[in-house]
């Protein structure tokens, strides 16, 4: 499955997929080296500036060079004016709330609380989430200087000089990113499209030999299904082209990313296939390879026709459509309109604030339990006038603030993690052994270098390991660049390590203990939302001329495309969720994984019927194959809403659910004489046949397991 390419821990020792989840997630990719020598190279630029004209807060301005997005430079360029907002509106509120409140101690309290509210509030509903962690990242520095009435002139300098480093950061990285624009001189879009199409001609190449695919090769296949063409399709949206060739080429992408997707899902089921289908492989590897010489010389590959040929493998018939479609889109014989309905542009990003800032009760409830671990934290180190943990208490919180508790927990072990490796061993290791023996801008400058490139390979890794890779830096750069001296104080260090500690408490009592939601929940919600999605995509009435049901078919696939990266997201974090429920959860988690995998690929088979519709024109069905084909699209549409009833069920009582609500899965998810239809290859074009057949069998198929055992039941 496309889904099914990791290992579960559970089905290994920890040991061996530790080391497996690690050489997975650092082991090199195309583009990986010099996005990392982008981010070191700013980095290090700015540090030496902020060093060299002693800029209080300099740590901030190295943070801001690894967290501003580098997807092209028209991105980093837009992102770069959001952060100098982000920055205007800081050196606005802050002198103005500090002059008005926070001479008194009593009005000053409340305004710190305001100010963490806001911080929060804004963290959860600014549409660029990097933004917003700059934003916070900024405030809780500022709130750090205001947390006790002082000199008010000392105090607003500071929060000044905290502002003017990370816009130092923010430019730097505009002019590095465009000294690397002006001399990368490949095309994006065609680089991106010619490596995946690489990995399926390899996977195909070794079909046809009848070899092993090599790990590499299946690797790779895995990262692109993984990380899909959203990166190629906002290339796409910001290049200069015409309205048909961007047309066009908008259809190859998705063409592409559905061949990849089908590519990885077979790769990981068949080994091996039989002789006849080895000789597809071959000539669908061929296929491939004209395509590739049209990306790069723009010879237009000859016109492929599907052989008709009967195929056990159902993913391999799929691919052989896909690509087949390929020259006719590039040859401009289909309407633009099934261009764009394949194409899945993005949509208009939205304005500076989510659409449901003010309307969504929940971003006033995050912002609560937020405002509260903040005020936490500052009435301790207030209390015991202890000053110096009390700026990275305040981070941590807002570094690790999410909605459910497995995600927070996540990100608190990554960034305890980050922590000890980029402020105990990085930061106090220089401090013990390194940083005594030099005396020069020049070594230090050296020793940053290699530990920032250290924490960037951590920091573009995936989701899943990234975080760490900015807590090494953070932990870092905090220890050595706030001030204009090496620092070899380890007074620093550990109060940076109490005020991690104190954070992660904080954050465990405002978001687990006063408002638990799960990890577990999250997830299980989010796989029941998208079965129904699936039910609705099922017997969605698709017009190929219709802007609205264009539209209305890209949301939809947004939607559940998402939600299958939330589900992923969530059983990543249920594994740190702990109490007398972990168990069940974790059984529910192993179910949820495979049920992920097979419900994705349930998913493409639906999409490649949704194509055939609008592209198979030229097979005109019969009325008793349209009327069977409606029926099976309102039985898969029914199935799919009885298992999400199902499974809401269980979710809402974490305990088998009532002979009733099983029953209502234990009949036939199809009636027997439209089972029996849809395996009739006479009724149904031999394509749509077997996708209308493989679909059936996965439906049953999911609709066995989830009968074979309650979600939470311990086997």
Known sequence: MATATIAPAESQGFTSWFWEFLKSEL??????????????????????LTMTFRVPGGALGAIVAFIISRENFATTAKFTISVMTALIMVTLFVPIGARMFASAPFTHFFW?????????????????????TISGIIGTAAVGIWYLPGPAERNLELTLWQILAPAIGAAVTIVVEAVFHA?????????GLDSRLQAMENMLACYASGTTIPAQVEGALTQYATVTVGSLRRFLARARYTDLYRAQMSAVISLVARSVEFAAALSHTQPYISRADSELAARLAQEIAEIRQFLKTGQKPPMFETTGA??????????????????????????????????????????????????????????????????LCYVVCAGIAWRGPLSTALLTCVLTALSTIGASRQKQFLRVVGTVIGGFIFGLGAQIFILPNIDSITEFTLLFVAVSMVAAWVGTASSRLSYCGLQIAVSFDFIHLNDFAIQTSLTI??????????????????????????ATDEMVRTFTRNLRLLGDLSVYS??????????????????IYANFSNVNSQSDAVPFELGKLRPQHMAARDRMRHWQAVLRTAYLLQLAILQYRVFGSTEKLSETSEKMLQEFDQSCAQTLNDMAAYLEAQRTWETSSPRSLAQSIESPAFPPELAAAATDSTLLPGSLFSLAHELLKILERLREQMLAAPLFALE
């Open 27 to 48: 082991a090199p990719y195309p583009g990986r080296g010099v996005m990392v020598a982008r981010i070191v190279i700013a980095a290090t630029i700015t540090m030496i």
């Open 112 to 132: 710190e609380i305001f100010s963490l509210l806001l911080i929060f509030f804004l963290l959860r509903t600014l549409s660029n989430f990097a933004v917003a």
């Open 183 to 191: 001399f990368q001189k490949q095309d994006q879009i065609k680089e």
């Open 310 to 375: 009967s195929s056990n493998i159902a993913l391999l018939k799929e691919i052989e459509s896909m690509i087949a479609l390929i020259p006719r889109v590039i040859e401009g014989s289909a309407s633009l309109e099934a261009f764009r309905v394949l194409g899945g542009m993005p949509e208009p990003e939205s304005g500076f604030l989510r659409s449901d800032a003010f309307t969504n009760p929940d971003h006033l409830r995050f912002a609560l339990s937020g405002c509260l671990a903040g005020t």
């Open 493 to 518: 260090g550990r109060d940076r390590t109490v005020g991690v500690l104190l954070g992660i408490a904080m954050m465990w009592l405002a978001f687990e203990r006063l408002q638990p939601t799960t």
């Open 542 to 559: 698709l017009q190929p001329h219709d802007a609205a049901s264009i539209v209305g078919i890209r949301k939809l696939r947004d939607q």
